[in-house]
């Protein structure tokens, strides 16, 4: 059976919920033709019944038509992977072609700015913020699994995912671009510092990566040599890079071939970094614990209340 693990939507109804730490089984196999029951699956309130069956379709998709069915959707790990590594390729391919068009003003900016790491709202762009996204989300689901096993490393992951949230909240808001902006305007700075939101961020960064390295020592080598060279790869392409990026900004300007070239070098390795993160968590998710399960509160009213 190819790597996977499962995730489960659950709507019971007419059942208040309660806590459920119990571990999940392990899941049948993808190709099961059989309907199997819901019991066991955590946070299931009608886990010591069989009256709710969970059938699962072709390719592990299960369907749900009546309240209190499960919906369980088996994610092969592999496939995943493949997607990630060849859209994440693609983009950095063309943003490589546009850049250097862009450049030698081969083509107009109406088309290289979407493929264009450096022009922000574009495709690339969208990819980092999902895949950031993508893997805040996956490290709460980590922390969670440690958490209820009383795990000491799940604290390391709560910090993980705070600091990927952090930096989600960043890219989709522009943060660290205005604070340069705004540094920029009151010092005036120049040559290596004219993006200078590094000097806010770089010790920061340090300071934070001293943190995390402590938890991350506490991780199983599987799980931390596979995080490593992502979060480093999007660290380096990130921060390390930056003070090139300026330079060159600063001497030839930001319209000039070298200075796109490095800046796609830059975005290049955020998107390898997250790609590599992104299949690192998924890895560590399939050791951590079986499955997610989501469920929905039956006890939640969810219908306004008429005004009288």
């Not at 790597?3 to 459920?20: T, W």
């Not at 522009?174 to 305007?185: F, G, P, R, T, V």
């Not at 990566?209 to 040599?225: C, D, K, S, Y």
């Not at 970094?273 to 929905?296: D, E, K, Q, Y």
Request: hydrophobic content about 45%; overall charge neutral.
């Amino acid at each position: 059976m190819p790597a996977s693990f499962m995730i489960v939507y659950h709507r019971s109804v007419g059942a208040r919920m309660q806590r459920d730490d119990r571990v999940m089984p392990a899941p049948p196999p993808l190709d099961a033709d059989e309907p199997f029951t819901s019991r066991g699956l955590p946070g299931d309130p009608s886990a010591t019944k069989d009256t709710t069956p969970i059938r699962r379709a072709q390719g592990g998709r299960g369907g749900a038509g009546r309240d209190g069915e499960v919906v369980v959707v088996g994610v092969d790990l592999g496939r995943v992977q493949t997607v990630l590594w060849l859209a994440t390729g693609t983009l950095i391919v063309l943003d490589f072609v546009v850049s250097v068009a862009a450049g030698l003003q081969m083509l107009p900016y109406t088309i290289t700015r979407f493929f264009d790491g450096d022009a922000k709202v574009n495709f690339p762009t969208g990819a980092k913020t999902t895949l950031l996204l993508a893997a805040t989300l996956l490290m709460l689901g980590c922390w969670t699994a440690g958490r209820r096993r009383a795990d000491p490393v799940a604290r390391g992951w709560l910090l993980l995912a705070l600091v990927t949230a952090f930096a989600f909240t960043d890219e989709t808001t522009y943060l660290h671009q205005s604070l340069s902006e705004a540094l920029h305007d009151t010092f005036h700075f120049h040559g290596v510092l004219k993006f200078a939101w590094t000097i806010v961020y770089v010790p920061a960064a340090l300071l934070v990566g001293a943190v995390l390295l402590r938890h991350l020592r506490q991780m199983r080598p599987q799980v931390r040599n596979r995080l490593l060279p992502g979060g480093g790869i999007y660290v380096f392409g990130a921060i390390c890079l930056e003070p090139v990026k300026s330079h060159i900004a600063d001497s030839l300007g930001d319209g000039s071939t070298a200075f796109r070239l490095v800046a796609a070098i830059s975005d290049s390795m955020e998107l390898a970094g997250l790609a590599l993160l992104v299949c690192a968590l998924l890895h560590a998710a399939r050791i951590l614990t079986v499955g997610f399960s989501f469920v929905l509160d039956p006890t939640a009213d969810s219908s306004p209340e008429t005004p009288r």
